[in-house]
């Protein structure tokens, strides 16, 4: 258990809808990272967090969006959704800037677009 | 543009025998370089990770071998068991907290 929780574990939506996917980080960690893995690919940075402040962006579409709640928690928001969009969305949290260290990764949400 | 290139894709080896897996970067403002098991259905989970002060670190039967001037780093998997079988991403870092993804690496451990 890495201690990140993500939610839903599985989400199954149709095309032209809107899905929250919400993931609290582990305790004591200040960042938040979103990832994307499609079926059989890497994982794609998504968008990064840092004590509520977006840090850094990756390849994140104009339709996703995301935020980071002030108790740290934060939530990748998919509208418009297209079959595309299909994936499994990891969220990692690491203690924070300034130092390097380890990137615990949640369960992942699982998003099927029909 | 990709910061950390991996290779190979996929990997097949007999039970124990050595699995290698490389990864290249080009940024010398990374200082961690993790890698990460991950299990179908599972997110990943650090493997093992190393900083640019050590040439290899080792544990178990896993070990990072790193080269600084070439900007290359390797997973060594010694005595590969079925239970090995998953996919590996080699990772690297900076102060920026910033981590860049190789593409992974399907390894398979053959009985």
């Known amino acids: 258990d890495s201690g990140v929780t993500q939610t839903p574990k599985h989400l199954i939506t149709a095309t032209g809808q809107r899905v929250t996917l919400r993931c609290s980080p582990r305790?004591?960690?200040?960042?938040v990272y979103w990832y994307q893995q499609s079926l059989d690919q890497g994982l794609q940075f998504l968008i990064q967090?840092?004590?509520?402040?977006?840090?850094a962006k990756g390849n994140i579409l104009e339709r996703f969006s995301a935020q980071q709640f002030p108790d740290l928690h934060s939530e990748l928001n998919l509208s418009s959704l297209e079959l595309g969009d299909s994936a499994l969305y990891f969220c990692?949290?690491?203690?924070?800037?300034?130092?390097?260290?380890?990137?615990?990764f949640g369960e992942g949400s699982r998003l099927t677009v029909l | 543009q990709q910061q950390v290139k991996q290779s190979p894709q996929s990997l097949i080896v007999q039970k124990g025998g050595i699995s290698i897996i490389n990864c290249a970067y080009e940024?010398?403002?990374?200082?961690?370089f993790p890698w990460y098991q991950q299990f179908p259905g599972k997110g990943p989970a650090l493997l093992i990770a190393?900083?640019?002060?050590?040439s290899e670190k080792k544990e178990g039967r896993f070990t990072i071998s790193f080269n600084k001037s070439a900007k290359q780093f390797s997973l060594h998997i010694m005595d590969s068991q079925p239970g090995d079988s998953a996919t590996y991403f080699c990772?690297?870092?900076?102060?920026?907290?910033?981590?860049?993804f190789g593409t992974g690496t399907s390894l398979t451990v053959i009985p």
């Open positions: 990692a949290s690491s203690v924070g800037w300034g130092r390097t260290g380890e990137l615990f």
């Open positions: 940024n010398t403002a990374f200082d961690y």
């Open positions: 967090y840092y004590n509520g402040e977006e840090r």
């Open positions: 190393i900083r640019p002060d050590v």
């Open positions: 990772a690297a870092s900076s102060v920026r907290n910033q981590f860049y």
């Open positions: 305790s004591g960690d200040l960042s």
